[in-house]
């Protein structure tokens, strides 16, 4: 992993990971700058060629970043029914048994069927988990979890503080379209007819729900943050505060995203580890221009997720969160 | 709304889901109450139990909470009927909180309110291994949909695990297979776009901490004489999880505009619709369902117990094997809007 040996300052190693959901993103990606790989979509069955249903595909995959150096992880559905468990039980015996380093799992039956049948495979927490407390995380620990994806409603002090106790480390959202929501319904198929366009092309298209100044991304059965969450500014706090497990949420993303905004953080966590904090203009601009909204920081300061943070708001033309609700 | 039929004599058939009953076909009906007039009207209406929240420690907003004094006398009320009293403490306090809510549960166990609706893994584990006489039921917000999720509850302690409505007879067929953990099922709900549980929609537009209503124990005089650290804590208004819905803005109830790239194709609102299963009461009873629940805490007496005698009538009719005339159970449009 380059991470684990670049920086000769304060902090030694760090993990850059990102999201493909299946075989033919993946050969199309430059994964340079990353160390790591989670594969699959999360959010729905029929999402094209979707690892987590092609499972031949799916140890194509893992062979591909093997054969990179790349750490192999797969991603689980976020939110199952019953007549998805079968084939989830397959998918993780593949992944066990084809060199997947790790299983993210969001869906605490999953967990379980997880901690039964493949209880070797070490287990990332996802986002969906809801991992809100110390105490939940604890529970999470007793089921074979290395590693949590705190909710993404909690600030950094309150993943500080589960940190504090549970003794894992955080993999913590970086850059991209924050996961807002998932549902059993893809409200896009309505659409079908209207546009000429079939599932499961339809979730391809660059989709934002828009109202005043608020906007989110659609991805079908799943709802992202409009803007970019982006901590670039903010990574020598990440590291300081002991954080090493990094994420560029791009599963909605091409290609170029994948690759611009990765070389960008690789170079900037690279120099943060080596105990700088500057920001080159150029990554401004890069990450400006595969912004299609703007950016915000999540939740990670307390405040409301589409808010920002930091020195360059305005420059980003990312304003703070005008709250209509409120007046 | 439909009209309601006068009640016919209360069948009294033993149920299941309910502890120290014996186990038969019968479903226990669940009703939300968020007032004591609504617990009245609930218990008249036929309801075998009924939920309430804790004021401060449930998930505020539209919903009603009870008070201390309030709950102590709907339990009072409730136990007089033979019914079931059962308490939701479905927020997700910080440590220093937790603290102070479990302060709070030996007072409950002292007046005989054992039954607890939890919204977090951490919180149920550690209620249960501090008090194992605690019936702990993982709420809805927890989101099991499988019978993976309801196993993995099982084994976390949890004594019942709550279902959406989304969930088909066939569906709880496979779910009940896991034995020994009551399954319950929120027959009449508002089902939104995102799964409950795993929405943050709102508090991506706005999140606004406020102060927790402090929670009076008996013989306080009121909040104003307890100083600050008898204050449990803060509830993020927006946050679904830990302020509350009704306090989420609804940002799902408004349009929105679809665009692809700069292109605008539609203006929609998100999808959702107001689940009535009540024409479905036998199939779920037949699948094994121990509890029906009825959503609604934020209903005012006189739209609860018509909501409830509904379901009762159905339950009923399932029971003696007659064949139920229930019509479905519906509420104003608006209801499905301003509250849950």
Redesign the interface.
Known sequence: MRGRNEGRGAVSSFELNTTIANLKDLRESDLTDYDGVYLGDIYCRLYEANFLEQLDDLREGLRILRDQGKRAYVTTYAAPRNDFLPKVQRMLEAAATSGAEAVEIHNLGVLKMAHDAVPELPVHIGGFANVYTAAGAEVLRGYGAVRFTPNYELSLEEIREIAAVCDAPMELLVHGKMPLGVSDYCFLLEYEEKWGTKCPDLCQKELFLKQGDWAMKSVGKGILSGKDVCMLEHLPRLLSEGHRHFRIEALSEGPAYRREVGAVYRAALRRAAGGEGDVDEGWWETLRRHARIGLCNGFYFGKSGMDYSGIRPEAMGSLPTISRLES | MRSIRPVAPVRTPRRKGSPGRGVTDVPTLLSPAGSPEAVRAALVAGADAVYVGLKGWSRGGARGELGWDELVEAHREIAAAGKELRVALNT?P??AE?ARLFQQIPALLDRGIRDLIVN????L??LKRRFPELRLTASIG????????????R??GADAVVLPG?VSPA?MR??RRIRDISIEIMVHMVEE???L?????P???????SRLPAVLPPGAADEADLPDDAHPGIR?T??M??GGVGAC?R?CQ????????GRR??T?F??SRQISRISEVRAFADAGADVLKLQGRSLSPELLAPLVRSYREAIDARAVRTIPDVGSAELPAAWTVVGR
């Open positions: 997700i910080k440590p937790r977090d893994i951490g919180i584990a550690a927890c989101g099991a949909l499988t019978a993976a999720d309801a196993a993995f509850f084994d976390l989304t569906e496979e779910i776009f995102v799964l549980g795993k929405c943050w929609m508090s991506y537009v706005n999140l606004k901490p993020q927006g946050s999880k830990r803005y940002i408004e349009p929105w505009e679809l665009f692809d790239g194709l539609d929609r998100f999808p």
